[in-house]
């Protein structure tokens, strides 16, 4: 991990103009910690619920509700598990394209992955904490197949990362993750792959 870091740091030198403060990747990771620390385990509790998905708080204006779900993760172990897939590949990508593109990228991610999640509750049997891995099939999308498109982008993924993230998506397919994160998951990745066709015609 440490050998493809150094590498793609390497390939991305000189990219887009990345955001200080560690850009939208970095703010990203930090407000996930914050809103597991103080939302779930602190005095910002009785707030958490303003970040979640309701469709009636939407049309009366609480429009960042489309966007907040994803910085929500029930557990700990859930938490630490996206941060370290998207301090991966989301900050390889940020360099590679920018941090104003990459913003534009996250929220649309963001909103796409927290409707899939929404529509698949009733069969979830519930659930408002959406978290980041659909978000990260997004990044891991575009990256994929702008790759194979796009001579020039110059992030070639490492196979064991692309192995890891299939095989989770398969356990999806065969009813091994709730119906919520397998919805989210695929939003992500089909939403990230038709970004990154996209910016590869336009390349």
């Known amino acids: ?53 309701n469709p009636a708080a939407l ?3 609480e429009i960042w509700r489309l966007f907040t779900p994803v ?10 598990f996206d941060l370290l897939w998207w301090m991966d590949l989301g ?13 534009v990228f996250v929220l649309g991610l963001a909103a796409a992955t927290t409707f ?16 980041l891995l659909g978000t990260i099939y997004g990044l891991f999308g575009y990256i994929w197949l702008r790759n194979r498109l796009d001579a020039a982008f110059g992030i070639a993924l490492p196979p064991i990362t692309s192995a890891l993230l299939l095989a989770f998506l398969a356990l999806g397919a065969f009813g091994m993750m709730d119906p919520g994160t397998t ?3 695929i939003a992500g990745l089909l939403l990230g792959a038709l970004w990154g066709w996209f910016h590869s015609r336009r390349a």
Request: charged share 15%.
């Open 183 to 185: 919805f989210s998951v």
């Open 71 to 80: 910085l929500v993760h029930a557990e700990i172990w859930a938490l630490l």
């Open 91 to 103: 900050r390889i990508l940020e360099h590679r394209i920018g941090s104003r593109r990459f913003c």
């Open 59 to 61: 049309r009366h204006g």
């Open 1 to 53: 991990r440490a050998a493809w870091l150094s590498r793609m740091d390497a390939a991305t030198a000189g990219g887009e103009t990345v955001w200080p403060l560690g850009g939208v990747c970095g703010i990203v990771l930090l407000l996930s910690a914050a809103v597991y620390l103080l939302g779930w385990l602190g005095p910002l509790k009785p707030v958490l619920p303003d970040l979640f998905f």
């Open 116 to 131: 899939a999640h929404y529509l698949a509750m009733p069969l979830a049997g519930g659930g408002t904490a959406v978290g």
